[in-house]
């Protein structure tokens, strides 16, 4: 064999062998897998990531129950009776007294008197504690009016006179009605035959009776 013969053929064996070992790498399955690998994984984990449960707990948060403030009902007994009564479902003074009535506020020789309507019940918690810092009722030693006994009666007062207003003990008071509701009243003001209750009714027959900004 000749020198360039011997050329060639080391020459076509080299040839050989670089084609075996050369790849297309825009055609390599291994590489297309890699990367739909990668986004699949990306995609998913992102989404998984970024639900809702911060979202519900916020939502509930801000359903938080709001506290009312009790509502100041204006009685006058320049009428032709001379009272007036208030069913605290309804938180309105009326003249109309021959219906239910939790409390009737009344004229008489030494100022005006506060009742009780039939079958209610009352305790006078006194004065050591402001309208809206009476958050519970207690759950007994409620008493009707019995004849001159009265549990609200005239305690409401201290001194004065009607003309120029009667001077307030703020004694507020724990009432409890025949259908097992119970409320809470406070006289603020009485004054030429104008008398001013602030009241709080609690319809769900529980007795709290938590109030804010009622004065």
């Known amino acids: 064999m000749t020198a360039t013969t011997r050329l060639i053929t080391a020459l076509a ?3 050989l ?3 075996a070992c050369s790849n297309d790498d825009p055609d390599d399955p291994t590489d297309t897998a890699a990367a739909d690998d990668t986004a699949a994984f990306v995609d998913t984990s992102v989404g998984e990531d970024t639900g809702t449960p911060a979202d519900t707990s916020a939502g509930g948060d801000t359903d938080g129950g709001a506290v009312e403030a ?3 009902v204006a009685f006058s007994i320049h ?3 001379g009272q007036q009564c208030i069913d605290l479902a309804e938180m309105t003074a009326k003249d ?3 219906g239910y009535y939790d409390l009737l506020v009344s004229k ?3 100022g005006p008197v506060i009742l009780l309507g039939a079958d209610v019940e009352a305790i006078n918690l006194g004065h050591d504690r402001a309208f809206d810092e009476v958050d519970e009722l207690p759950a007994d030693g409620y008493a009707p009016d019995e004849g001159g006994d009265l549990v609200i009666g ?5 001194g004065g006179a009607g003309r120029t207003g009667f001077t307030m003990s703020n004694d507020v008071y724990a009432i409890k009605r025949p259908d097992g509701t119970y409320a809470k009243a406070q006289v603020l003001s009485a004054k030429a035959g104008v008398i001013t209750v602030v009241c709080y009714y609690q319809p769900d027959g529980t007795r709290s009776v938590a109030t804010a900004d009622s004065l």
């Open 17 to 19: 062998l670089f084609g």
């Open 154 to 158: 005239k305690s409401w007062r201290t």
């Open 70 to 72: 009790g509502a100041q």
């Open 13 to 15: 064996a080299a040839a």
């Open 79 to 81: 009428n032709a009776t």
């Open 108 to 110: 008489s020789g030494a």
């Open 96 to 98: 109309d007294t021959s």
